[in-house]
């Protein structure tokens, strides 16, 4: 298990050497890791500025500790998604957004906010997908990172993750993840939570809590 863990790490992070200002975070729980690698780039237009397309890319690995080979199992998940963002729509945009997990593909679509300043992002879209039985997908980060000193900030991120069925015997998924910590330069470390609620009528509630250790690669 633990060989597993630590090529999923080398991976990930070879991965991200290969693009510019590439977060990865390490959360060591005390149910699973997880490996996280999440950022925003927009795309340049031919003066080399940005254009208004904006990219989301979020890249998320678990390994449970309890994994054998038919039961808890490793779980992959990898989000994309391009957003028209004009400056007169004062942050909401158009999204289109593919999803691939272990369970299959979602192509999706909706409305997305984004607003970044020096110390603040708040991120949020509402879509749904375009298949059959379509799920609803709500979902918000916000990320705080005020000055403590010169070379110290603090680092404070809040994460939902939301699946709203319209099907009246699907399960809900409420997800919510929660770190706190310092960052120093280009690295971020602290204390991390991630709950999950998911069922119909009666949830089943799960947690991981432990550290975790965020670094941008640059």
């Known amino acids: 298990?633990?060989?597993?863990?630590?090529?999923?790490?080398?991976?990930?992070?070879?991965?991200?050497?290969t693009y510019s200002q590439i977060p990865i975070?390490?959360?060591?729980?005390?149910?699973?890791?997880?490996?996280?690698?999440?950022?925003f780039k927009y795309f340049k237009d031919r003066e080399n500025e940005n254009s208004k397309f904006l990219f989301f890319n979020r890249n998320r690995a678990?390994?449970?500790?309890?994994?054998?080979?038919?039961?808890?199992l490793p779980s992959f998940g990898f989000t994309e998604a391009i957003s028209f963002n004009h400056s007169k729509l004062k942050g909401f945009a158009p999204?289109?957004?593919?999803?691939?997990f272990n369970s299959g593909v979602f192509p999706?679509?909706?409305?997305?906010?984004?607003?970044?300043?020096?110390?603040?992002?708040f991120f949020s879209w509402l879509v749904c997908e375009t298949m059959s039985n379509p799920s609803i997908d709500f979902f918000v980060l916000t990320r705080i990172e005020p000055k403590l000193t010169e070379?110290?900030?603090?680092?404070?991120?809040?994460?939902l993750v939301n699946s709203?069925?319209?099907?009246?015997?699907?399960?809900?998924?409420?997800?919510?993840?929660?770190?706190?910590?310092?960052?120093?330069?280009?690295?971020?470390?602290g204390l991390g939570s991630d709950l999950n609620e998911f069922g119909n009528t009666d949830l089943t509630s799960a947690n991981n809590i432990g550290v975790f250790v965020r670094h941008e690669f640059n």
């Open 62 to 72: 678990s390994m449970d500790y309890q994994q054998t080979p038919t039961s808890n």
């Open 25 to 39: 975070e390490v959360f060591a729980g005390h149910e699973k890791t997880t490996v996280d690698i999440m950022f």
């Open 151 to 159: 070379r110290l900030n603090l680092f404070a991120q809040l994460e």
């Open 95 to 100: 999204v289109g957004v593919i999803q691939i």
């Open 164 to 189: 709203l069925p319209t099907e009246t015997d699907a399960n809900y998924n409420f997800i919510q993840r929660i770190r706190f910590g310092l960052k120093l330069k280009t690295w971020q470390f």
């Open 1 to 17: 298990m633990k060989c597993n863990i630590n090529y999923l790490i080398v991976s990930l992070i070879a991965w991200s050497e």
């Open 108 to 121: 999706k679509a909706g409305v997305q906010y984004f607003h970044r300043q020096a110390v603040f992002t």
